[in-house]
């Protein structure tokens, strides 16, 4: 048996100068690398049960600048009985802090997942009303000065464009049936007495491009600006199920909505594909969905006031699409089930590298 011969200081030197060196030449490529240089968020929704899977939590450090939870703070996980628990909020708070990451929060006001003791306990509009800004008041104190930016009130407009039915609302509401988005207002400034410095967003669902519904959305957050109701932005989700998705006017809403003076965030955005027998989308339609992706991540970026895009997850491992379509659609996120980049991610990769942006 033969043995090398050890290095001398000055050969071990070199070798550390050639180390710096290649290091210095492979120019780093994730997402967040990128997202930092160009001054956007990148984020992701996350389950904070599944931070203790290696491949799940080193993506989601490694990608994301910026995190928001699946489900652990609304009202079903905050307060399954009267009382509050933020165990599980908190811990993708220590996570995000951690890893040097902003927390979205999401969300206060909400018509579902609520719990059976709110849904089912039969308050008149006045208890209601305290419930409500109780629930507010206490959660975004809990987490001020660690949640930057709140989806205060969730779909709050039906397909019409007006006041959903809902507990908040009309059944029995807290005071203000019958008065359109009067509950909505009252919930943001609640939402602003509780926590002066975090971001105030009205996030919807499928009023995304121009239709009925983002014209609604529109004229209430107009209106919101004009009378001095604290909103600081507009999440727009992007659940996306067709591939002749028209981002163009996406851009058109974004610009509308921005020069309000409003932020806009990408808050929900996937895009579902038709799974075949082997459930497996085929090679085109991955094609044309990271065209998907690359349209929404363009509209976006080319409006400074459009300052963040994130995916609901990250991994096709893990997405609320399969047993919504029960397994019919899936392959929605930029990473498949073993953490492999798609063409997706490829896409949102080159935008944020050809954006002109750039941080202050």
């Avoid at 996350?46 to 993506?59: F, K, N």
């Avoid at 927390?103 to 849904?119: A, E, I, K, M």
């Avoid at 059944?171 to 008065?179: D, F, R, V």
Wanted: aromatic fraction near 10%; charge should be negative.
């Amino acid at each position: 048996m033969t043995f090398a011969r050890p290095l001398s200081f000055l050969g071990w030197l070199s070798l550390a100068v050639l180390a710096l060196a290649a290091s210095a030449q492979s120019p780093t490529t994730t997402l967040r690398s990128v997202a930092d240089r160009t001054g956007i968020l990148v984020g992701t929704a996350v389950r904070p049960s599944l931070l203790s899977e290696p491949a799940y939590s080193a993506t989601l450090a490694r990608e994301f600048n910026m995190v928001e939870p699946e489900d652990v703070m609304k009202w079903w996980i905050v307060r399954r009985d009267e009382g509050f628990d933020f165990r599980q909020g908190d811990e993708l708070v220590k996570f995000a802090q951690a890893h040097n990451m902003k927390v979205r929060g999401h969300c206060l006001v909400w018509d579902h997942n609520n719990p059976q003791w709110l849904t089912q306990g039969h308050f008149t509009p006045s208890q209601l009303s305290h419930l409500l800004q109780e629930h507010i008041t206490t959660v975004m104190k809990h987490y001020a000065g660690q949640i930057f930016a709140w989806d205060v009130v969730n779909e709050a407009l039906n397909e019409r464009g007006e006041a959903k039915d809902s507990i908040w609302y009309n059944q029995p509401g807290i005071g203000l049936s019958g008065k359109g988005t009067a509950y909505v207002e009252q919930a943001l400034r609640w939402a602003h007495e509780a926590d002066p410095k975090a971001l105030l967003f009205y996030n919807e669902a499928e009023g995304e491009g121009m239709n009925g519904k983002s014209d609604a959305v529109y004229a209430m957050v107009k209106d919101f600006k004009q009378h001095g109701v604290p909103i600081d932005g507009v999440g727009l989700q992007l659940h996306i199920s067709r591939l002749d998705y028209d981002t163009g006017a996406l851009a058109a809403n974004i610009a509308r909505l921005t020069a309000l003076g409003l932020q806009v965030h990408i808050t929900e955005l996937d895009v579902s594909l038709v799974l075949g027998p082997d459930g497996q989308p085929t090679e085109d339609d991955l094609r044309r969905q990271a065209d998907v992706y690359r349209g929404v991540a363009h509209a976006c970026l080319q409006n400074p006031g459009c300052t963040a895009i994130q995916t609901w997850g990250f991994t096709d491992n893990y997405s609320w699409i399969g047993s919504h379509s029960h397994g019919t659609r899936g392959a929605a996120l930029p990473f498949d089930r073993g953490y492999k980049p798609k063409p997706a991610y490829d896409a949102i990769l080159r935008e944020l590298r050809s954006t002109s942006r750039r941080t202050n």
